[in-house]
Nanobody, 130 residues
Framework: VQLQASGGGLVQAGGSLRLSCVPS????????????VGWFRQAPGKEREFVAA????????AYADSVKGRFTISRDKAKNTVYLQMGGLKPEDTAVYHC????????????????????WGQGTQVTVSS
């Protein structure tokens, strides 16, 4: 596992959680901040879906329509960590959340696509109760 995602848990609807993604091992020869990082989620019986991504340049972020205005992706370069701040959580946000990074540079269009990512974390469970 090259990425470690954490911060999931059980929260009531309307609550907040902050997920963290850090690299593990020596997969990333360059600093983690040089990579695009994406968050994806998969609920039981459903396809994996894009949630948010932050481009390697640090300037561009993209969000799924379902989370716009509620989730924010950010980076702390000093801590080599990417965060997904989730607010206004809804029961339909319940899923296993994975962070992912590509092996090389990808465009802002490509970072929305799971198939463009090469390294994945083990996932962290987010459960939102109604």
């Amino acid at each position: 596992v090259q990425l470690q995602a954490s911060g999931g848990g059980l929260v009531q609807a309307g609550g907040s959680l902050r997920l963290s993604c850090v690299p593990s091992g020596r997969t990333f020869g360059r600093t983690f901040s040089s990579y695009a990082v994406g968050w994806f989620r998969q609920a039981p019986g459903k396809e994996r879906e894009f949630v948010a991504a932050n481009h390697w340049s640090g300037g561009s972020a993209a969000y799924a329509d379902s989370v716009k205005g509620r989730f924010t992706i950010s980076r702390d370069k000093a801590k080599n960590t990417v965060y997904l701040q989730m607010g206004g959580l809804k029961p339909e946000d319940t899923a296993v959340y994975h962070c992912a990074a590509p092996a090389g540079l990808i465009s802002t269009t490509e970072m929305l696509k799971a198939e463009r990512y090469d390294y994945w974390g083990q996932g962290t469970q987010v459960t939102v109760s109604s």
